[in-house]
């Protein structure tokens, strides 16, 4: 029942809205496969189900209609605990506004990540400390969240997402709030993530900078699958697909 | 430990309960990033407290000198405007001014707490994302309140007391201490202390769930 190659499988997933008598449809019978360790980025613009889409398969929001597996578990199938063990040790998110607890320093903010997993104050901290110098934080674990700059917050956020060692990477915006070259040292730093330890990332953006580091790229548009690309296709297409997709 | 590989699902596990201290740093981390806040939270009953201590010890401290049946005391109390044949009771003035003052308490702490949430819903949403179950977000916002509710109830008993007794020693002198109510005082005080933390036990039930409710979706906001 395992699937080995394909980490995400969404089957002929719907979401409908109601807003008031109207019937919003975000999402219509999308399917998609995402392979193992692959980097994945779903484009598309505001209002085209891209963060529907995105957040059904974060286990934050259940579909219409349709399903997702995840690692060959039917998210459906799992009660709001097993869903949060799933949150806590399979997924890392990694969001657009950082979302770093404000009160809480550096090494706090990953090591509450680790605490959530089931490790002890101590252990959650030490292992808290080596992730942050993975990302290259080391000299900033006692810095509050206000006293570092965007990059530096992004950098925490991505340590607070790899230190339950998840096989999936969920990134809403991930460069949305940050200039042009910092938002590069990020995508850098997710795709050497997902070269070292065989982590799955997929992405919501529409950031074109996204697009070089992707294996596959899906566009989103109205709800529905528009086009999915895969490494070899991007480049070669990238300036008519970058037309369509600003437009 | 290394992340387990399930293979069933029944092979999944539940997520962990979270410890309460681990609860009581996060919650403590928050009233120390806004402590100006926290602060006026407290301030609310502090003052409700302090007026409960005040009215009760006072009363405790007149009773007690009535009862000398000392004669220099007496016109020492008629002075202050106490009546030496009913100060055994309390009027219904008094009470219904300390209800008045410890419901305003309870209104005032959680109006404090609904806006801690709210301003709050995007961490709660994170924490849930990094899988914390609801039960650890009602254990922080808990004790959260409770910790105002505590701190406050400590002040407000401390400043009862003394302007009590500095009250009554501009009165009545020396006597106060001769004659000091011991017993009756830390009844009192045992009285205040319970009802300040019962009101703030009782004001952080709501909104610590109305806070779990909130949805892990909501981490995905982006304030404009």
């Known amino acids: ?14 979401k409908v809205y109601r807003r008031g008598v109207e019937e919003v449809h975000a999402l219509r019978s999308v399917t998609i496969d995402i392979e193992r360790g692959n980097y994945v980025s779903i484009m598309g613009p505001s209002g085209s189900g891209k963060s529907t889409l995105f957040n059904i398969i974060g286990g934050l929001d259940s579909p219409s209609s349709g399903e997702v597996f995840i690692d060959g578990f039917r998210l459906s199938d799992l009660s709001s605990r097993q869903l949060a063990w799933v949150r806590c040790r399979r997924i890392g998110f990694i ?16 090591a509450i990540a680790r605490i959530f997993a089931g490790f002890s104050p101590a252990q959650a901290r030490r292992d808290a400390g080596q992730t942050l110098e993975r990302v290259g934080l080391g000299h900033r674990l006692h810095h509050l969240p206000s006293q570092v700059s965007g990059g530096q917050q992004q950098r925490i956020a991505i340590a607070r997402a790899l230190v339950n060692q998840p096989s999936i990477i969920l990134a809403d915006e991930p460069t949305g709030n940050l200039d042009l070259h910092t938002g590069e040292e990020i995508i850098n730093l997710i795709g050497e993530m997902k070269a070292k330890f065989g982590i799955t990332i997929i992405t919501a953006t529409h950031d074109m900078k996204m697009l070089s580091a992707s294996d596959v790229v899906v566009w989103i548009k109205d709800g529905a699958v528009e086009k999915t690309a895969r490494k070899g296709e991007i480049n070669i297409e990238v300036g008519t697909i970058d037309g369509k997709t600003l437009a | 430990m290394e992340p387990t590989q399930p293979s069933a699902i029944h092979e999944i596990p539940n997520q962990y309960s979270i410890p309460w201290s681990v609860a009581f740093q996060v919650s403590w981390a928050g009233v120390r990033r806004r402590i100006f806040r926290s602060a006026i939270t407290m301030l609310g009953v502090v003052l409700a407290i302090a007026l409960l201590t005040y009215m009760f010890v006072t009363q405790n401290i007149t009773e007690s000198l009535v009862n000398t049946n000392d004669d220099a005391l007496f016109i020492l109390l008629q002075k202050a405007g106490v009546d030496p044949f009913s100060a055994n009771r309390v009027d219904s003035m008094t009470i219904l001014l300390i209800t008045l003052s410890l419901i305003t308490c309870l209104v005032g702490i959680i109006n404090a707490m609904l806006m801690s949430v709210t301003e ?10 990094l899988g914390a179950l609801d039960s650890f977000i009602v254990k922080s916002y808990f004790i959260e309140s409770s910790l105002q509710g505590f701190l406050g109830t400590l002040f407000g008993i401390a400043i009862g007391l ?25 009844k009192s005080i045992l009285i205040a202390a319970v009802t300040g933390l019962l009101i703030s036990i009782v004001a952080s039930i709501a909104p610590a769930y109305w806070a779990a409710k909130k949805e892990p979706v909501e981490a995905m906001r982006v304030e404009e």
């Open chain 2, 120 to 129: 709050r819903i995007k961490e709660i949403g994170t924490l849930k994302c």
């Open chain 1, 1 to 14: 029942m395992k699937d080995q190659k394909n980490i995400i499988q969404i089957r002929d997933v719907s």
């Open chain 1, 95 to 110: 969001f657009q506004s950082f979302n770093l607890i404000p009160s809480m320093t550096a090494l706090e903010n990953v």
């Open chain 2, 162 to 186: 003394l302007v009590a007794i500095l009250i009554a020693t501009t009165n009545y002198g020396r006597a106060v201490f001769t004659f000091f109510p011991g017993l009756a005082a830390v």
